[in-house]
């Protein structure tokens, strides 16, 4: 009977765990006592979040009991204002939404049931299933895309600012000015490409640039590759009798390509403008012009000093930048086919009313962010001296 107790609320002594060990720590270490601070509010802003989600899907005009009736009334059957009365009783729709909403937190809380969709008539957890992972690996995969092309070309892009075209440093012969000067154009031009791909970015939906590569396909006769796998080996199971099947994989990424790509389209155009930023505006303080006085000059001089100090603040737009990602997956998981959690949150909000599978969705998301927000908060009070000697005192 214990170990069924334990077992049905194991997500709640898991929290408890982890406050627990926490606040023990925090007894003897600031460190400690900032990051159970910080896991305390995180709580509080899940606990808030959930409520202001649930009520939000209070908003949406009917509910899906009236769904589910209109679908049956379009097949023939008479439905009088008593049917639509039962359903709301037997989904719990006519409860208050106070108490809806404390019911749903509860089983959130001490199991992780995130509750029942009244559309798909099964346990959102069950209905979920693999999509949310899905769809949280291709926002990863997103954010990679746009860290590792924005962060160094975004370094080159403010290295580069006030460079010029030719090198016409005396202390240099003339072979060696000219050999300068072609890097330094080459450099100049690839440093004008990037800043027109960067505010292309931030001017060109997703879901526009998404259609563009798809009508590309088609002009130039190939097969599109929208979904996850193409007809042929969509069926296919990735081990057969003779073993890994390669040509899946091959096929999984011919098509894997296209999500990633128009999801972190616009996010490493807004972050390759964001590194540029904050390196250019860390080379013009006074730390870097004293150490240039000491001597310290080229690439030593501004990687270890602009380019060191403008990393950090990068680390707190991660959970920011998970969220704008997650927020073009929709539409563009419509455009190309994909039937992750993306679509399946268009189809609760837009076509069932599936107020509890909306509601899950938002909230995992709302928990992706704030969690990625809490790890970069104490990885940087950890690693980073300014802000450890900040919130530590």
């Not at 009783?89 to 106070?98: A, E, H, K, V, W």
């Not at 030593?300 to 990393?311: A, D, E, K, N, Q």
């Not at 039937?339 to 189809?347: G, M, V, Y």
């Not at 599978?357 to 690693?383: E, R």
Request: contains cysteine; neutral net charge; hydrophobic residues 55%.
């Amino acid at each position: 009977m214990i170990a069924d107790f334990f077992t049905s609320t194991w997500l709640l002594w898991v929290l408890l765990s982890v406050a627990g060990f926490l606040f023990w720590r925090s007894r003897s270490s600031k460190y400690f006592l900032y990051v159970f601070n910080r896991y305390l509010l995180a709580l509080m802003t899940l606990l808030i979040v959930s409520g202001i989600v649930f009520s939000l899907m209070e908003v949406l005009p009917g509910d899906c009991a009236e769904k589910y009736i209109a679908y049956k009334s379009s097949q023939g059957e008479m439905i009088t204002q008593a049917d639509i009365a039962a359903e709301r009783s037997r989904m719990g729709l006519d409860r208050s939404l106070i108490v809806r909403w404390s019911s749903w937190i509860t089983d959130l809380t001490l199991r992780g049931d995130l509750g029942f969709s009244c559309a798909k008539r099964q346990s959102v957890n069950i209905a979920l299933g693999d999509r949310f992972w899905m769809s949280f690996g291709f926002c990863i995969a997103g954010l990679l895309f746009a860290y590792l092309i924005a962060v160094p070309f975004g370094i080159l892009s403010a290295y580069m600012i006030n460079k010029p075209w030719l090198d016409k440093n005396p202390k240099y012969n003339k072979k060696q000015r000219w050999i300068n000067s072609i890097g330094l154009s080459f450099n100049k031009v690839l440093d004008l490409k990037l800043r027109m791909i960067s505010y292309l970015g931030l001017a060109l939906p997703n879901f526009l640039l998404a259609l563009s590569i798809i009508l590309l396909y088609v002009f130039a006769g190939e097969p599109v590759p929208t979904g996850l796998f193409s007809d042929q080996w969509s069926a296919e199971p990735w081990f057969a009798v003779s073993g890994f099947q390669y040509g899946k994989l091959t096929d999984f990424l011919s098509h894997i390509w296209l999500p990633i790509f128009v999801i972190g389209w616009a996010a490493t155009a807004l972050q390759l403008q964001t590194v540029r930023a904050l390196v250019v505006d860390e080379s013009n303080k006074l730390y870097v012009d004293a150490a240039r006085a000491r001597g310290v000059d080229g690439m030593s001089l501004w990687v270890g000093y602009p380019v060191r100090h403008s990393i950090s603040p990068l680390f707190n737009s991660i959970g920011f930048d998970f969220q704008r990602i997650f927020n073009d997956l929709p539409i563009v998981a419509i455009v190309i086919g994909m039937t992750d959690s993306a679509a399946l949150l268009i189809e609760a909000l837009a076509m069932t009313n599936d107020q509890e599978m909306a509601a899950a969705i938002l909230f995992l998301v709302a928990l992706v962010v704030i969690s990625m927000n809490f790890i970069t908060d104490i990885v940087l009070a950890a690693v980073d001296p300014r802000v450890r000697n900040s919130v530590l005192g």
